[in-house]
């Protein structure tokens, strides 16, 4: 399961009330996207709630493919944003408090833990594979990533 799929909404009952239906807690499914991101849902938000989700929309809606948001694109920039934050140093909870306070999102340090783990791990079988073909080039990249997420 992706990370993406551990992402939820905080205080979703309170939005959930503020636009008058329900969606599902997860901040990455479609019907959460289409609820909270298109028509008039924005305009039903008070304004602290709709100011973090335009910063979400405007920091991982900003695509222009045809599908958006359904095309992929905001998971692949919400997993670059979550190293970006441990590659600063951040530890799972810490990263947990940033998700909050910018985009009234949050996860479960655990899952969050074993993402970063897991990246790590991934990290390292490819800088495996890049020596194994004889590119010390990416290996050494691919290390330095590795590095700054540890």
């Known amino acids: 399961m992706a990370i993406t799929d551990k992402i939820y909404v905080k205080n979703h009952q309170q939005l ?11 901040a990455f499914k479609g019907a959460t996207l289409d609820i909270l991101f298109q028509g008039e849902g924005l305009a039903k938000l008070d304004e602290a709630s709709r100011e973090r989700v335009l910063d979400f929309a405007e920091d991982f809606l900003d695509c222009d493919c045809e599908a958006n948001p359904h095309c992929g694109c905001a998971e692949r ?3 670059a944003y979550l190293l970006e934050l441990r590659e600063e140093g951040m530890g799972p909870d810490a990263v947990v408090d940033v998700m909050s306070d910018e985009y009234m999102l949050y996860a479960y340090p655990g899952d969050v833990l074993s993402f970063l783990d ?12 890049a020596d194994v073909d004889g590119r010390d080039d990416v290996a050494e990249e691919v290390q330095r990533r590795r590095n700054r997420l540890m």
Request: glycine letters at 4%; a neutral charge.
């Open 118 to 129: 897991n990246s790590v791990r991934t990290l390292e079988a490819v800088e495996t594979l």
């Open 16 to 26: 959930a009330s503020q636009l008058e239906t329900s969606f599902p807690k997860g």
């Open 77 to 79: 920039k919400f997993i």
